[in-house]
């Protein structure tokens, strides 16, 4: 892996071997060292192309990414998207997912989630624009806020609150649409918008805050499981490999695919089902633990994906309790690994 200083960009990509290997995309991504991002830079990568990972690590970490720096075709620029971007070279995909995804993690500084939406998407814009590239943005179900129409077809325009905790992150993104629906518009950009629901796998982190990471760590610890509210409230989960699959598929689709795209698993469990689940396949002997509900938490939310059915030919195959297995066998290794770090200091 090469670093580049994100000053000086990433000029050392005009190299011979670059012109050699001309005919390979390069793709930017925002947000690549985060969950999502580091699994999308992978994918990237494995189908021959250029990848440069742009993060400023709020969330993300470089152990998402270590597997990936092996070869020479991936770089990293520590680079906060709410300032412009100066990237030398030429760029054929910008990829926006920067932003911190977790309720307590985009409200531990809410104007800062509010930059990384708007500022943040709209400097990846002109950089596309800039650069003649496609642009795709990691739009979420939360610009539905918490629904009156269930399930959420595209056409819906959403229950949001304005003025409350979850408003930096749901009014950020319904933002960054707009912004995405105008570059489109009047500058003839190529603008794919994905409304992803609620993904899970390996390499979010076991701090995250969202719930399946919460339940699994939980329950592999002992700890209560911390359910939030009644536990009646409803998500449905996307595996993150169905979901790159779908992201991959938007990005690359035709032109007559302008309008945002429900990428998400259209299966609805409780968090109590959840729960369940988890502790099941667990073994764990965690008990149940009630804990207040969030502000403006959404009390049901489940895709209908028949969009992406009909324009990507695009749907989940991955079930929850295949999904849940492989994420909690990840989950065991990082306890195990953290385990043995600690005793080799003790
Ligand atoms: P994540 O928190 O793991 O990853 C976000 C990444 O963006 C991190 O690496 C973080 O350091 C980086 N980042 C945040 N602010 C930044 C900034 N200002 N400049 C540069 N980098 C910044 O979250 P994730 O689950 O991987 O989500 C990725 C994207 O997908 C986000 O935009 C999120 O809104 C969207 N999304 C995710 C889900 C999901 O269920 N995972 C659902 C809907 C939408
Ligand atoms: N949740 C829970 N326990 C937790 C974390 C979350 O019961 O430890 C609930 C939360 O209140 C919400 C659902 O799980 O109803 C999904 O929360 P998450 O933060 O994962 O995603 P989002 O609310 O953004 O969909």
Redesign the pocket.
Known sequence: MRKYDENRGAVSFETAKRAKRSARKTALVAGGAGFLGSHLCKRLLDEGCSVVCVDNFQTGRTANLVELMTGTSFSVIRHDVIQPLKIDGSIDEVYNLACAA??PKYQQDPIHTMQTCVNGTLNLLELARAKGARFFQAST??VYGDPMVHPQPEEYHGNVNPYGPRSCYDEGKRAAEALCHDFADRFDLTVKVARIF?TYGPQMLADD????S??IVQALKGDPI????S?D?T?SFCYVDDLIEGILRLMRSDDRVTTPVNLGNPVEFT?LQLAELVIGQTGSSSSLVS?A??VD??RQ?RPDISRAKEALDWEPTTMLADGLAKTTAYFADQITHENARLSELA
């Open positions: 977790s309720p179900s939360e609620n805050g969202r719930v399946v919460n339940f911390t359910i939030y509210g536990g409230q998500r968090m804990c509900l969030p938490d959404p939310r």
